[in-house]
């Protein structure tokens, strides 16, 4: 079956500090990989999406940047925190083949920047 | 552009009561769409889905109807329960292999 690690579950980091978030898929392939932002109130942001190894699209201009090194990890990072980095973050993964199918999340890394 | 709108919460019930949380959608096309549901602390779960017109998705008492001629995929549930306290979001996905993309969730509080 297939499973998704998201780490760290929680993440306290001062402003101007960088930020390396990690996400990994097993039990499949060639998943496509997403990386959301919840913030307080105002619902699941996506930030950025992977169809493929060192392929990223980016929804909204902002701080923080993602690679894709090998087909089953995601890595969400900032060279720079900012205050307004704080929020929760979901790293998911669905199937490339069809519309039907749902994304899986991982646990999700609560991040305070102070 | 493809969007979700849910009703504003939160949503604060008795236990035992009748539970309809709106959401309704615009998109090019003929979108899959899902209610993921979110327990404190925790990330997102599937609740159900549904993949074409009048199709119906259930899962643990909650049921959502795909409405294409109102485009909307109201959740309901006949009697909540205290555990089913937890923030819903509708969503939905247009082609194989893209995002989903969310309502902005909706909080449920069910108190005893």
């Known amino acids: 079956s297939q499973t998704i690690h998201q780490w760290p579950a929680t993440l306290v980091q001062p402003v101007g500090s960088p930020l390396s978030l990690e996400c990994t898929v097993e039990?499949?392939?060639?998943?496509?990989l997403y990386w959301y932002r919840q913030a307080a109130g105002r619902g699941l942001q996506l930030l950025f999406y992977?169809?493929?190894?060192?392929?990223i699209s980016s929804e909204v201009p902002q701080n923080l940047s993602a690679s894709r090194p090998q087909d089953r990890q995601f890595i969400l990072s900032s060279k720079k925190l900012l205050l307004s980095d704080s929020g929760f973050y979901l790293c998911?993964?669905?199937?490339?083949?069809?519309?039907?199918?749902?994304?899986?999340f991982g646990q999700g890394t609560r991040l305070t920047v102070v | 552009g493809n969007s979700v709108t849910q009703m504003e919460g939160p949503v604060t019930l008795s236990e035992e009561a009748f539970l309809t949380i709106n959401c309704t959608y615009t998109a090019t096309g003929y979108p899959s769409l899902f209610w993921y549901v979110q327990y404190p602390g925790e990330g997102l779960q599937l609740l159900l889905k549904?993949?074409?017109?009048?199709d119906k998705g259930s899962n643990k008492g909650f049921e959502a109807t795909y409405r294409k001629e109102t485009t909307s995929f109201h959740l309901e549930k006949g009697s909540v329960q205290v555990s089913d306290s937890a923030v819903y979001f509708c969503a939905l996905r247009l082609m194989a292999g893209t995002a989903l993309i969310f309502g902005k969730g909706t909080t449920l509080s069910v108190s005893s």
């Open positions: 039990g499949t392939s060639n998943p496509n």
């Open positions: 549904a993949t074409k017109a009048d």
């Open positions: 992977s169809v493929g190894i060192g392929q």
């Open positions: 998911a993964w669905s199937t490339r083949q069809s519309s039907n199918t749902e994304a899986f």
